[in-house]
């Protein structure tokens, strides 16, 4: 399901006029819908998790899909939130894949924001930023067992998620868990959508577009502000990760082509209105440059 202005429309034709709670059942696509006429219609809604998928379900912001373009709208927060760990677990492996692919994304994003603070004096909150941190310390700490679907490692994934949406609606923005690597997986989801195609799973995407962002900043380590290169690890670090939870770690191994990847290396930041490494990059007029390396790195020249 594509969470666009079909699917939001459904949901309030099928919405009766005296209805005074919703309840979605499912992740992401139906979580942001629902989430987003919630918003609208002042109808408090429920959210049932089955899958530990994506950092959303705690969050304000209903990312959905309008004339082709992906919009992050400002909603609401869910009145409640259900998720059930023996259910999680169960979710189809490429949503668990999926889950800890966003939750992998924060390690640049957090990154990305340090690089702000430093260049444009943005705001940053060190409470979320420790919060986080120590989220993704025990998730990846549990990244193997992850295949196997063990409790323990589910409950982490779980927390890192829901901790990071907590985050988000304590600063008001995404920041503490999306930037670059998130501007390629909307840059890529566009694109399909453009041709009549279906998209990769959201985090899928935004977990093989993490050591791509992670080259940036060893690109550009020359002129990064002091100890922001520090808070990003080498990209082969990153890709081990997502090898250690079973997850797909380059964008080739989703099927994303040499020619879409590189013009989102070159376009990409243009998604958001967000500052990022490759925005840092462009502005000191190595982005093309950079773009076709780690293209021929992937890819092959």
């Known amino acids: 399901m594509i969470p666009d202005e079909s699917v939001v429309g459904r949901i309030l034709e099928e919405q009766e006029l005296d209805v005074s709670l919703m309840v979605a059942v499912g992740s992401g696509s139906l979580n942001d819908s629902v ?15 089955t899958a530990p998928s994506m950092d959303g379900y705690v969050a304000d912001g209903a990312p959905l899909i309008c004339n082709g373009y992906k919009y992050s709208y400002p909603a609401c927060l869910a009145y409640g939130v259900v998720g059930d760990t023996d259910i999680m677990k169960e ?19 957090l990154a990305d924001w340090d690089l702000s603070v430093k260049v444009n004096d943005e705001y940053r909150c060190e409470t979320c930023v420790e919060l986080v941190q120590r989220a993704l310390d025990k998730c990846f700490g549990q990244a193997e067992a992850l ?14 998620l829901t901790l990071t949406g907590v985050a988000m609606g304590l600063v008001n923005i995404s920041r503490p868990a999306s930037s670059a690597e998130h501007m390629l997986s909307h840059y ?4 399909y959508i453009a041709r009549g ?17 992670a080259m940036f900043f060893e690109e550009m380590a020359d ?20 090898r250690k939870a079973g997850c797909p770690v380059t964008p080739k191994d989703i099927g ?13 930041y243009k998604v958001r209105p967000r500052y990022s490494v490759m925005e840092f990059a462009k502005a000191h007029g190595r982005l093309e440059e950079i773009a076709d390396k780690i293209t021929n790195t992937i890819y092959g020249e």
């Open 35 to 49: 989430k987003y006429v919630s918003s609208r219609t002042k109808v408090p809604y429920i959210i049932v998790c």
């Open 91 to 109: 979710a189809p492996m490429e949503l668990i894949h999926a889950g800890f692919g966003d939750v992998v994304g924060k390690i640049t994003a």
């Open 147 to 160: 295949k196997e679907r063990n409790d323990e490692a589910t409950l982490y994934l779980i927390e890192a």
């Open 188 to 191: 890529w989801e566009m694109d």
């Open 197 to 213: 195609m279906t998209p990769i799973h959201h985090g899928t995407q935004v977990g093989v577009a993490t050591p791509v962002i």
């Open 223 to 242: 002129l990064l502000p002091e100890g922001t290169g520090a808070l990003c690890p080498p990209h082969e670090e990153i890709e081990e990760l997502l």
């Open 256 to 268: 994303i082509d040499r020619d879409l990847f590189h013009r989102s290396l070159i376009e990409g």
